[in-house]
């Protein structure tokens, strides 16, 4: 079956600092990536979509700057969060589609960030 | 806007207990529906979906019915396992947009006691 690995697994930051967090589809090309934040014991809720080529769509009150996404090839998007704070403390979620309509998602493993 | 409403948890359970966990949405048009979930530490498995009225999807002895005329998608299991212990999301995808653009659910948390 389709694979998406997210890598890495976890990681822990001082404020400041950047990070970035990477998601490849394995066996597959992914003409979309979604980018997933979940807090403690909430929901997923979507950050941005990444098409391969193009610029990203952010959802509202989703800060572009900070959160930088880029899509360059069909197998890969990474997830950049630029000047973390603590706040930003959160796992982070990745997902892939194969096509378009209702092609189903494959979701990483998700990384957990700490920011210190 | 879309939206996906489910029943409040933390839900225990013992072995081989029944299961039901409520899901209800609100969406224009004719959404597919999901079921998702997630291990501790992990992302999100795909369970189950189901993609126009009155289908039901099923896997690993879990079923969910689409509902259109009560716009629900209730997950059951008629015999729980401590394996099952888990975080469940109910999903949609509104089938009038690219792509597959979920809209989650709060999600439930699922714990079986031996």
């Known amino acids: 079956g389709a694979v998406v690995s997210q890598h890495p697994s976890w990681v822990i930051c001082k404020s400041g600092t950047s990070v970035k967090i990477e998601c490849r589809s394995l066996?597959?090309?992914?003409?979309?990536m979604f980018w997933y934040r979940q807090f403690p014991k909430q929901s997923l809720m979507l950050m941005a979509t990444?098409?391969?080529?193009?610029?990203?769509?952010?959802e509202q009150g989703v800060e572009k700057d900070k959160f930088l996404i880029n899509h360059a090839s069909l197998t890969l998007s990474t997830l950049t969060v630029t000047s973390a704070h603590p706040e930003d403390s959160s796992f982070y979620i990745c997902?892939?589609?194969?096509?378009?309509?209702?092609?189903?998602?494959?979701f990483g493993n998700g990384t957990r960030l700490t920011v210190t | 806007g879309d939206s996906v409403t489910q029943m409040e948890g933390p839900v225990t359970l013992s072995e081989e207990a029944f299961l039901t966990i409520n899901c209800t949405y609100t969406?224009?048009?004719?959404?597919?529906l999901f079921w998702y979930v997630q291990y501790p530490g992990e992302g999100l498995q795909l369970l189950l979906k189901a993609t126009k009225a009155d289908d039901k999807g099923s896997n690993k002895g879990f079923e969910a019915t689409y509902r259109k005329e009560t716009t629900s998608f209730h997950l059951e299991k008629g015999s729980v396992q401590v394996s099952d212990s888990a975080v469940y999301f109910c999903a949609l995808n509104p089938k009038e947009t690219s792509g597959s653009r979920l809209t989650f659910g709060e999600g439930t948390q699922l714990t079986v006691n031996p």
């Open positions: 990444s098409n391969e080529g193009s610029k990203a769509t952010y």
């Open positions: 997902s892939a589609s194969i096509g378009t309509g209702n092609s189903p998602l494959h």
């Open positions: 969406a224009t048009g004719y959404p597919s």
């Open positions: 066996d597959f090309q992914a003409t979309t």
